[in-house]
């Protein structure tokens, strides 16, 4: 196994759909509710015979926590035990302060950080991803978990980062 994966980003941006789509299984819960993932959720990812094990960091969180202490149990986490991170945010949606908060607490770290940006499911919306460069992150990469658009380009980048 080669190392740590861990998936942060705000509350249904996409990550236990990512998180299921990466391990194959449905693991995690996915629900239109957001904050439905009760759970901490591992599972082993696997990409051109390399497995790496996979958080989703939205498992962490408890019921009644506020929106800051949530994100900062999620990037706590993520920085602790991760070797690469990825950051979800909603192409949908577009870029949010909750992006913009999440983004500043992971750039204080030297842990390498991959920036996808999720429900890309057609050209149109793809487009539209080019203001997440703002959070400072790299280059933005459009996914779409629920189509699996952009999800190769993703790993690619992953296990050349593990
Ligand atoms: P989480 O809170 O970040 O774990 O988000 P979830 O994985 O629970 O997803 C939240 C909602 O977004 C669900 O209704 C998903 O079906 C939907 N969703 C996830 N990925 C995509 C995607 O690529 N495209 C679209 N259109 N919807 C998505
Ligand atoms: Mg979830």
Redesign the pocket.
């Known amino acids: 196994i080669r190392g740590t994966v861990a998936l942060v980003?705000h509350?249904?941006?996409?990550?236990?759909?990512l998180f299921n789509r990466l391990i194959g299984q449905r693991k995690s819960i996915?629900?239109?509710q957001?904050g439905?993932?009760r759970d901490r959720i591992y599972g082993l990812g696997e990409w051109l015979t390399q497995e790496f094990w996979l958080i989703d960091t939205?498992g962490i969180q408890l019921e009644d926590q506020d929106f800051a202490s949530e994100i900062n149990a999620q990037v706590e986490i993520a920085l602790e035990e991760a070797d690469v991170v990825i950051m979800l945010c909603d192409a949908?949606d577009g870029m949010t302060q909750d992006d913009i908060f999440i983004a500043r607490k992971l750039q204080k770290s030297n842990k390498p950080i991959l920036l996808a940006v999720?429900?890309a499911?057609n050209e149109k919306i793809r487009l539209g991803i080019y203001d997440f460069y703002q959070l400072g992150l790299g280059d933005p990469m459009p996914v779409?978990?629920?189509?699996g658009l952009g999800v190769a380009d993703l790993l690619d980048e992953v296990i050349k980062l593990l």
Do not use: E, R
């Not at 509350?11 to 759909?17: D, R």
């Not at 779409?144 to 189509?147: D, I, K, V």
């Open positions: 980003g509350p249904n941006v996409g990550k236990s759909t996915v629900d239109d957001p439905v993932t939205g949908q999720n429900k499911d779409s978990s629920t189509h």
